[in-house]
């Protein structure tokens, strides 16, 4: 690519868009709506320090967490653009118990699920955080949507991606052919393209996890944190740890650079933190599309077939070689 062309985000999906002359263009109005609430959330993401939009929103959300103001105003702000929208009958949100049902949209193609703003515990904090999409195509156009369409396993999705709300507020997606990164440009307020067909190293020397649930992980992963900590130069060990409580943040670093996020099943949370629907299958998709691994611990994650909308998973994902290891050695400590 030409390191002198300007190629907008609705430039690149317009591209892509062309490419399928036979497709109406309704996952291209789709991401125009996620570009939208992109923008509107970083606005408010941006100023949160100097309007009342700091601190807990007094209520909490299925997952039994404080919910933050910025969480609510983000959920509002993608389940407003895709009613507008019409082109999804649905939405998943880590942020509603129940499907959000897009009104007049019933026999929209696409369902969305979303984590409207994810790693909220560091919004007080100023520290990156990001709102993460998966959307998938009903199986039926010729009758209602029912749990089957939306409980799809991850190899289903037709789209997914992330935008992190950090140094630069950045918009990362796939539909399946590749990764591409846009940054937002504030002085025209367009993404633009800055990383093309991202590839993640198959080896880095990061790890991220919460080492505070240590005692309670599998033995295989103790075993596996402790390998990182060993000393061998030729294999860059002791790796260094990075863990920044923001799913996005610790994800986006250890694309570019190499690297394995894990949160492992507990004694006291067998199923880990993550959720399925709308935080695991969205990275695995992109992780896998640019060359990386996502697995639980007992599968790869994109073909874990869901069974409730808000459904835990123990989570492995990043860099193929490390995935594989970390894995291994699970099964070895069985
Ligand atoms: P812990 C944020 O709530 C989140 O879902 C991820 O973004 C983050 O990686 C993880 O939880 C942090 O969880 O238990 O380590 O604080």
Not at 115 to 123: E, K, Q, Y
Not at 298 to 315: A, D, G, K, L, Y
Request: net charge negative; glycine share 10%.
């Amino acid at each position: 690519m030409n390191q002198n062309t300007l190629i907008t985000l609705n430039q690149f999906i317009s591209d892509q868009q062309n490419k399928f002359p036979f497709v109406k263009g309704t996952l291209s109005k789709i991401f125009g709506d996620l570009q939208l609430a992109a923008k509107m959330i970083n606005r408010d993401v941006r100023k949160a320090g100097l309007i009342d939009i700091l601190g807990n929103f007094g209520e909490t959300n299925v997952q039994g967490e404080e919910q933050k103001k910025l969480d609510v105003i983000s959920n509002d702000v993608f389940m407003r653009l895709m009613d507008l929208s019409g082109a999804c009958v649905c939405v998943v949100s880590e942020e509603d118990e129940h499907i959000h049902w897009c009104p007049g949209a019933e026999d929209g193609k696409y369902i969305l699920a979303i984590d409207p703003l994810d790693g909220s515990s560091n919004i007080d904090v100023n520290a990156s955080i990001g709102s993460i999409f998966s959307i998938y195509k009903r199986l039926s156009p010729d009758k209602p949507v029912d749990h089957e369409d939306i409980l799809q396993k991850g190899v289903n999705q037709v789209a997914a991606g992330y935008i992190i709300y950090g140094t630069a507020t950045m918009f990362v997606y796939t539909t399946g052919s590749g990764v591409n990164g846009f940054t937002l440009d504030d002085s025209i307020q367009e993404f633009c393209l800055s990383h093309a067909d991202i590839k993640t190293p198959s080896m880095g020397s990061i790890f991220s996890v919460n080492e505070g649930n240590l005692k309670e992980f599998p033995e295989g992963v103790i075993k596996y944190i402790d390998y990182c900590k060993g000393e061998n130069k030729d294999e860059k060990r002791p790796y260094s740890a990075r863990y920044i409580g923001s799913l996005i943040a610790d994800f986006h670093r250890n694309l570019l650079k190499g690297g394995i996020y894990m949160y492992p099943g507990t004694t006291k949370a067998p199923n880990g933190k993550l959720r399925l629907l709308y935080e695991c299958n969205p990275m695995a998709f992109l992780v896998e599309q640019a060359g990386g691994k996502a697995h639980s611990g007992s599968q790869r994650i994109m073909e874990i077939q869901p069974e409730t909308f808000h459904q835990r998973v123990p989570v492995f994902i990043g860099s193929g070689d490390m995935v594989d290891h970390v894995i291994g050695m699970m099964n070895e400590n069985k």
